[in-house]
Structures are given as C-alpha cells and as structure tokens.
C-alpha cells in the first residue's frame, strides 16, 4: 500500500471499523486487507493501540445525579 492515497483512505476506513460504523462487506475487506498487507496491519494495529491506551488513561469526569435529575426534568 504505497499509494497516499490509499493509505488515507485506509486509514478512514480503520477509524469508521473502531466506531463500528462499517457495513459487514466493508468490516470483511478491511480485515482482509489487515491480514494480507503488512503496511495495513501496521496501520490498524497502532490505531487499536492508540485508543487502548486512551480509552485506559484519560478519566472521563462524571456527572452528579442532581445534574441528571435536573437536566431530566428540563426534559420533561
């Protein structure tokens, strides 16, 4: 996968599957590509780890139920 290109459009392609926004057609090529190509493994490997470790190190603050409660209500 030499092409620029191609390797953005990869890329795209990696980030839509880690969102699980890709049809199964589209899922099956990707993981064909990663399993054929080494350039596509290395691609898809270090997004993986990437947002591993993200998801793994950053603390998302939470909410407090009186901000719940009050937002539900605002709903209502």
């Known amino acids: 996968m030499k092409n620029n290109n191609l390797l953005n459009y990869f890329s795209q392609q990696v980030n839509l599957y880690l969102d699980n926004r890709?049809?199964?057609?589209?899922?099956?090529?990707?993981?064909?590509?990663?399993?054929?190509?080494?350039?596509?493994?290395?691609?898809?490997?270090?997004?993986k780890q990437f947002r591993d470790f993200i998801k793994?190190?950053?603390?998302?603050?939470?909410?407090?139920?009186?901000?719940?409660?009050s937002i539900k209500s605002k709903l209502d």
């Open 22 to 47: 890709l049809n199964t057609d589209s899922e099956q090529n990707l993981m064909d590509a990663v399993n054929s190509d080494s350039e596509c493994s290395k691609v898809y490997n270090s997004e």
């Open 56 to 69: 793994s190190n950053v603390k998302r603050p939470s909410a407090s139920q009186d901000l719940i409660q």
